[in-house]
Nanobody, 123 residues
Framework: QVKLVESGGGLVQAGGSLRLSCAAS????????MGWFRQVPGKEREFVAA???????NYADSVKGRFTISRDNAKNTVYLQMNSLKPEDTAVYYC?????????????????WGQGTQVTVSS
């Protein structure tokens, strides 16, 4: 019912930057809080950042000061600006809509997920 498509991933050197986009169709994102998660093979999906309907923001400690989440409701798109990238940021990044009451950092509170976009940071 809600389709999310991530884009903007790629290969960058350590210290570089990428901006990820999450475009939605089927439903306006203005009614949802949105989150970014990432996952490395063999590990649990990890919370990265979230933004509420009114613009409130939460970040994982590992990305504070380097990543910025934002939303443009007119374009029905959520962004993740990633600066000062490190090799340990390498992962598949997913965006998701939050419709279940609970903690922003818990993936159990999100229902619709995109397919993911690969981010690879080389040393």
């Amino acid at each position: 019912q809600v389709k999310l498509v991530e884009s903007g991933g790629g290969l960058v050197q350590a210290g570089g930057s990428l901006r990820l986009s999450c475009a939605a169709s089927g439903r306006t994102l203005s009614s949802y809080a949105m989150g970014w998660f990432r996952q490395v093979p063999g590990k649990e999906r990890e919370f990265v950042a979230a933004i509420s309907r009114s613009g409130g923001i939460n970040y994982a400690d590992s990305v504070k000061g380097r990543f910025t989440i934002s939303r443009d409701n007119a374009k029905n798109t959520v962004y993740l600006q990633m600066n000062s990238l490190k090799p340990e940021d390498t992962a598949v990044y997913y965006c998701a809509t939050k419709v279940i009451s609970g903690s922003y950092y818990s993936e159990l509170t999100y229902d619709y997920w995109g397919q993911g976009t690969q981010v690879t940071v080389s040393s």
